[in-house]
């Protein structure tokens, strides 16, 4: 069955910006609840704070000479429990209004999430003893954006309820480029053989420890790489709501069994003079 059934990614750095101070946790979770409400049974994923990069605040972060390689994201909300806790206890508290996933940003080690677990449990224990509503049972997923996550991606399958690849980033940083420096820019490829080495192993470790695997990212939604993500076994699809369409259409021509035995071969030449002839091939890049 193909259709577009969730919110696959709600960003709430919005609620950060544009303002003086931070938003509290009321805040956070009358906005939860209303987008929650709306959706009327339709799940959606809320990213938690993903600040720092290209998404600076005022007195949140400090001052970076590489803020993409700097605090932020989960490092920032692990630094200051004083942003993060109201987030996680809004997130909790409005869960019980529909179905919600959690989705942490830039993880790049285990101790993260275990960290972030632990937040989590302390969080819900603190909510039941002041007698506050919340969703005991919510997966939490972790963006897989740098390499060394992707490299990791069979162990974070274990700890975590699903995953999500993070194209934007993950292509940016696995080729040392900076997508938004016009003098570099050029050498942003997502069909880069380690770009499609870390793609797959990231959707074999979902498979292997049976967890839902999806991507977002402008990859995501674009049809000339669309074909490959199926035959790589890509089956979740997150993406601005102008390219449904074109995506849809692209899915509804495809056959996932012959893209499947197509991609095995490509990925068994990547780097080898056949390499562009599949890719082509499947792509159907010219």
């Given at each position: 069955v193909l259709k577009?059934?969730?919110?696959?990614?709600y960003r709430t750095e919005f609620l950060y910006m544009n303002r003086q101070g931070m938003p509290d946790e009321e805040?956070?979770?009358?906005?939860?609840?209303?987008?929650?409400?709306?959706?009327d049974?339709?799940?959606?994923?809320i990213?938690?704070?993903?600040?720092?990069?290209d998404k600076q605040v005022d007195g949140c972060t400090a001052a970076s000479c590489n803020p993409a390689l700097g605090l932020r994201a989960i490092r920032l909300c692990l630094k200051e429990p004083k942003i993060f806790q109201p987030q996680i206890r809004a997130i909790l508290r409005a869960a019980i209004h529909g179905p919600v996933r959690i989705m942490i940003p830039m993880l790049s080690n285990l101790q993260e999430v275990r960290k972030l677990k632990a937040i989590i449990a302390e969080t819900k224990r603190q909510l039941a003893e002041e007698g506050l509503p919340y969703a005991d049972h919510i997966p939490i997923g972790g963006m897989i954006e740098v390499p060394a996550a992707a490299l990791s991606a069979d162990a974070f399958s274990k700890e975590l309820d699903f995953l999500s690849i993070g194209t934007n980033d993950l292509i940016q940083y696995t080729l040392a480029i900076d997508r938004v420096d016009d003098e570099v820019?050029?050498?942003?490829?997502?069909?880069?053989?380690a770009i499609l080495r870390l793609i797959q192993t990231v959707i074999e470790a979902g498979?292997?420890?049976d967890i839902p695997v999806s991507m977002c990212g402008e990859m995501a939604g674009d049809p000339r790489y669309i074909p490959l993500l199926v035959g790589m076994g890509l089956r979740e699809f997150s993406m601005q709501p102008g390219s449904?369409?074109?995506?849809k259409e692209c899915l509804f021509s495809l056959s996932a069994e012959k893209l499947s035995k197509q991609t095995r071969k490509l990925m068994k030449k990547l780097g080898s003079s056949?390499?562009?002839?599949?890719l082509d091939k499947i792509c159907r890049l010219h």
């Open positions: 577009a059934d969730a919110v696959g990614l805040e956070h979770y009358r906005t939860y609840r209303k987008v929650i409400e709306g959706l049974g339709i799940p959606i994923t990213r938690t704070l993903d600040l720092g990069a820019n050029y050498l942003y490829d997502p069909l880069h053989p498979k292997a420890a449904l369409l074109i995506a056949k390499h562009e002839r599949l």
